[in-house]
């Protein structure tokens, strides 16, 4: 009989339960849930980490225009795509430049560098309003100096080429793009809010590291796929700083356009956030010294 326990035991052993995962793998909470962010925080504006994020934000969203926007030009420039980097190349210009901002500037505002996420976050009560606002003003700054300085270098090919700004394709009407922007925007900022979930920073260390990768890659995929159909503009600073310095009115309507798709987004996704949406990251809310 010892003999027969003995195998039972070892046979109970051999094929051990699969390792609960998500949610259920966690008895007791072992992340940190900050309070949600109050919708004004005037003691923010006496720290000097709060103005030290908006210049990051400022920075990194001029430095996204400036390499993007002359990545489309040299492809506009070229005589057919076989002798550029071609649509394919664009789009690793946007998504290399995602994720190298995003790891630069996340341990001091939480790498946004988009409106969209910044609104997004805002939504969710992990950021203030005050903040919200400061974020969006100084991307969109960032993106009207870095499409300008592009400008002041090639003023004459700039105008020509188009400018980097966003425009619907022939053959595609605005409701395709509208739909093509929604959706767009819809995959980064759900990419961005799975990198970095609590929960999921509680169960995998390196998670907080790997962030921008992900994020990046979502970026470079939405842009594949919609930059036939409008150029992509899920990001509404990214339309909006090309939309001002080339100045044309066709450009202007179709950024009405982008910004319209990325609003009704997030009024949808506003009338679905759960009641503990507000649980946080260490990539997005951060008490700075």
């Known amino acids: 009989m010892e003999g027969k326990e003995e195998d039972v035991r070892v046979g109970a052993n051999k094929f051990p339960e699969r390792q609960p995962i998500g949610t259920s793998a966690q008895s007791d909470k072992d992340y940190n849930e900050p309070p949600p962010a109050p919708l004004f925080e005037p003691g923010e504006l006496s720290s000097w980490s709060f103005w030290r994020a908006g210049i990051a934000e ?9 390499i993007t926007v002359l990545t489309v030009m040299g492809v506009k420039r070229s005589p057919n795509m076989c002798a550029s980097v ?33 609104f997004g976050l805002f939504l969710a009560r992990k950021l203030s309003l005050t903040r919200a606002l400061y974020y969006i003003v100084m991307q969109c700054l960032g993106a009207i100096c870095g499409a300008g300085v592009v400008k002041g270098f090639q003023p004459k090919q700039y105008q020509a080429l188009g400018g980097g700004a966003n425009t619907v394709a ?15 925007t819809f995959v980064l900022v759900y990419t961005v809010f799975s990198a970095t979930d609590a929960k999921r920073n509680a169960r995998d260390s390196h ?13 470079f995929l939405v842009h594949l796929a919609t930059i036939p159909i409008t150029g992509t503009g899920i990001n509404p600073a990214r339309s909006l700083g090309a939309a001002i310095i080339y100045n044309k009115d066709h450009s202007w309507d179709d950024h009405v356009m982008g910004v319209l798709g990325w609003t009704i987004h997030w009024c949808c996704t506003c ?7 507000h649980q946080s990251h260490p990539l997005q809310v951060q008490k700075l010294r």
Request: aromatic content about 12%.
């Open 271 to 277: 009338c679905s956030l759960p009641c503990d949406c």
């Open 207 to 219: 998670v907080p590291i790997l962030a921008p990768l992900p994020i990046g890659f979502a970026v």
């Open 86 to 118: 071609g649509i394919q190349g664009i789009a690793w210009a946007f998504g290399g430049m995602i994720f190298a901002l995003v790891y630069c500037t996340a341990g001091i505002s939480g790498g946004h560098i988009n409106p969209a996420v910044t």
């Open 58 to 66: 400022f920075i990194a969203t001029f430095l996204f225009l400036y």
């Open 170 to 184: 022939p053959g595609y009407t605005k409701g395709s793009g509208l739909g093509a922007e929604i959706i767009g």
